[in-house]
């Protein structure tokens, strides 16, 4: 069996969190590898909404082992709270959930730096979700970050946290704001270190085990590829590594151990927080896109800037991931519509561009250039195989694989779990999932 990369290619939220919860049956281990709580994942199940933020989609599925790797940024409080309302919804075991102990803890200094932080650029803000996650990376960045494993040993979390509220604190008092207690903060931390310690392990090594055993792991990266604080749209980015190298890194695993990278694209573009969207409608097309799609953050709750889908972009994306196959989201949202526009190209100061341009005072100015497509009438929602779903959907999918160069595999025709249906041989050799529509 494989181990595969899932990850989104456009600015987040594309339904990862689905479609990792529909692979994992095909999986023994489902491992997070960079981000925080500042994800959403959204999963239905029966009807019912749950989302996700820390803890891997794969919960949901009885026996799998789930991993948060040494990439991500966790907030202990926000990981109990998560554990406690899942645990309300289905059953939870400790014993299947692995934490890193190498990855990094948020403080209550980092959500406050975060906020100054924002509050002091105005109208450039970023948009971020002020739960702390850069200010968190910045600080592992500086080598003076506080570490899972750290909450093991009270004398050493007593200390790293004291010598972290030295220059927190003194910032803080700079720009207005009243200082933190040191004191309250690692009473606070402490408290949690027993409801986290069964958690603990060395993830490195538990997935080189998995492995040497033959067992199979899905990857599942949060945010998207535009995102990426590398290969994004910087500074209009999150703070880690959300494109494929971010698995290795973010889990302490080499690159030769993982098979393929399956990246999730919506059939149109979204967009959360401030920075540059060339196929962003403000028009009454966008306002549809957004209502049809319930376009509104898993996390923040914020109303999410719709466009076009932008196959400059999503080239872009197969290829800094080395992408060759696709699951495409919500194609049902654009049902009806006389005509779908894709944008296949950029113009800046009257010459066409020859790819994807990451910083953000060209990428802002670009004007998309739209190759329009014949619209379908009849509704791909809940369609339950590929040779029933509308021809000119189908030419639209055509269209967008020449564009990106890479295969349209899997469809997602609905929420639920099993509104979701595979090209006939498009997974073969890759995913082995029995029972699932083709």
């Given at each position: 069996m494989s181990n595969i990369v899932v990850l989104g290619t456009q600015w987040g939220d594309e339904g990862k969190g689905k479609i990792v919860d529909w692979l994992t049956p095909a999986f023994d281990v489902v491992a997070r590898y960079q981000g925080g709580h500042n994800a959403g994942h959204?999963?239905?199940?029966?009807?019912?909404?749950?989302?996700?933020?820390?803890?891997?989609?794969?919960?949901?599925?009885?026996?799998?082992?789930?991993?948060?790797?040494?990439g991500v940024v966790i907030d202990p409080k926000a990981f109990?709270?998560?554990?406690?309302?899942?645990?309300?919804?289905v059953p939870v075991d400790k014993g299947r959930?692995?934490?890193?102990?190498?990855?990094?803890?948020?403080?209550p200094y980092h959500r406050l730096a975060e906020k100054i932080s924002e509050d002091s650029l105005g109208d450039q803000k970023i948009g971020t979700t002020l739960r702390g996650i850069g200010p968190a990376y910045e600080d592992k960045a500086a080598r003076r970050g506080v570490r899972v494993g750290d909450l093991l040993d009270p004398g050493i979390l007593k200390t790293k946290i004291e010598a972290l509220a030295k220059e927190k604190n003194a910032w803080a008092v700079m720009h207005g704001q009243a200082p933190l207690d040191p004191g309250a903060v690692f009473e606070e931390y402490a408290g949690y270190?027993?409801?986290?310690?069964?958690?603990?392990?060395?993830?490195?090594?538990?997935?080189?085990?998995?492995?040497?055993?033959?067992?199979?792991?899905?990857?599942?990266?949060a945010q998207g590829t535009l995102l990426d604080l590398d290969h994004g749209t910087y500074p209009f980015v999150t703070s880690s590594n959300s494109t494929?190298?971010?698995?290795?890194?973010?889990?302490?695993?080499?690159?030769?151990?993982?098979?393929?990278?399956?990246?999730?694209?919506?059939?149109?573009?979204?967009?959360?927080?401030?920075?540059?969207?060339?196929?962003?409608?403000?028009d009454e097309a966008g306002r549809v896109l957004g209502m049809r799609g319930d376009e509104f953050g898993a996390t923040t709750g914020r109303p999410r800037r719709c466009g076009w889908f932008d196959a400059v972009a999503v080239s872009y994306a197969c290829r800094v991931n080395g992408i060759d196959k696709l699951i495409m989201t919500k194609p049902d949202v654009l049902d009806g519509l006389d005509e779908v526009p894709v944008c296949v190209g950029y113009d800046y100061k009257g010459s066409a561009l020859s790819g994807f341009p990451v910083e953000p005072e060209i990428l802002d100015k670009v004007v998309p250039r739209y190759a329009k497509l014949r619209g379908w009438k009849e509704p791909v929602g809940k369609v339950r195989s590929w040779a029933a779903l509308p021809g000119a959907f189908k030419d639209y999918v055509r269209f967008i694989e020449e564009a990106v160069e890479a295969e349209v595999a899997v469809v997602s025709t609905g929420v639920e779990r099993e509104d979701t249906l595979i090209r006939p041989g498009a997974l073969d050799g890759l995913v082995e999932l029995g029972g699932h529509h083709t």
């Open positions: 959204t999963v239905y199940v029966g009807g019912t909404k749950i989302v996700l933020h820390l803890i891997p989609s794969g919960i949901l599925r009885p026996g799998t082992l789930c991993v948060i790797g040494n109990l709270d998560e554990l406690e309302a899942l645990a309300r919804l959930i692995a934490v890193a102990r190498n990855a990094h803890l948020i403080l270190a027993a409801a986290i310690a069964p958690c603990i392990r060395d993830v490195p090594a538990l997935l080189a085990e998995e492995m040497k055993r033959g067992r199979s792991v899905l990857f599942e990266g494929a190298g971010g698995a290795c890194t973010g889990l302490g695993v080499g690159p030769t151990r993982i098979d393929a990278v399956l990246g999730v694209v919506k059939a149109y573009t979204t967009r959360v927080g401030s920075g540059p969207f060339p196929t962003e409608l403000h």
